[in-house]
């Protein structure tokens, strides 16, 4: 599993979304993450030009630092450059890590308690995410308490009051991996062909 640090972007083909087939001199579904010290990296859904990026893809073993161009292919089969790189590691224990964000609403509010709804629609769900902890979009902080009822309402604690337009929020995370869809033959890119709506000079100021 090889991981490229992507450092300069062509801002006419960007943004190119996660997993979309891109062509490391073959085609490939790389997964795009952050470039921390940290061990775990979060995925990020986009290849964007504001910010240095690393793109996860099953490879051939290569040494690093090579260099590295990612084409993009256009629906007439045309290639169209949209970074450049080079290969950071080779290293199947880089963790690459999708967030995932439950939301619910405050059903009854009382002084640092509150029944949630929404976010669950079974007990079973809410016993299994109860050591998880709960935020709000205004920045309180809280736990499941236990669960009420069979559809999913749940009594929580917080550390302070909330308001009746808050939301309650829990973060998932899980770890992902790129797809396998290494091939070694890469189909001939089309011939470029001059447009002849570019070959056309202006004729003003020409006597």
């Known amino acids: 599993m090889c991981t490229y640090k992507i450092?300069?972007?062509?801002?006419?083909?960007?943004?190119?979304?996660?997993?979309?087939?891109?062509?490391?001199?073959?085609?490939?579904?790389?997964?795009?993450?952050?470039?921390g010290f940290a061990d775990k990296?979060?995925?990020?859904?986009?290849?964007?030009?504001?910010?240095?990026?690393?793109?996860?893809?099953?490879?051939?073993?290569?040494?690093?630092?090579?260099?590295?161009?990612?084409?993009?292919?256009?629906?007439?089969?045309?290639?169209?450059l949209i970074a450049t790189g080079h290969l950071m590691s080779v290293d199947p224990d880089r963790m690459v890590i999708k967030r995932v964000v439950l939301s619910g609403h405050p059903f009854k509010i009382f002084t640092k308690m509150a029944v949630?709804?929404?976010?669950?629609f079974n007990r079973e769900d809410v016993?299994?995410?109860?050591p998880v902890e709960l935020r709000t979009k205004w920045g309180r902080r809280g736990h499941i308490k236990e669960p009420l009822g069979t559809h999913g309402h749940m009594k929580c604690s917080f550390d302070g009051k909330l308001k009746s337009q808050d939301t309650v929020l829990m973060n998932l995370y899980k770890r992902v991996f790129p797809k396998w869809t290494y091939d070694p033959y890469v189909p001939e890119p089309v011939p470029w062909v001059k447009s002849e709506s570019s070959s056309i000079v202006p004729q003003e100021g020409v006597e």
């Open 127 to 130: 016993l299994w995410f109860k």
């Open 41 to 80: 990296h979060k995925l990020q859904r986009f290849l964007t030009a504001d910010m240095a990026l690393v793109v996860t893809v099953y490879a051939p073993i290569t040494f690093p630092p090579a260099s590295v161009l990612l084409f993009k292919q256009k629906s007439n089969g045309m290639h169209s």
């Open 7 to 35: 450092i300069e972007y062509s801002p006419t083909a960007l943004p190119v979304a996660k997993q979309e087939e891109l062509a490391f001199h073959r085609p490939l579904l790389p997964l795009v993450s952050q470039n």
């Open 116 to 120: 949630v709804r929404y976010m669950f």
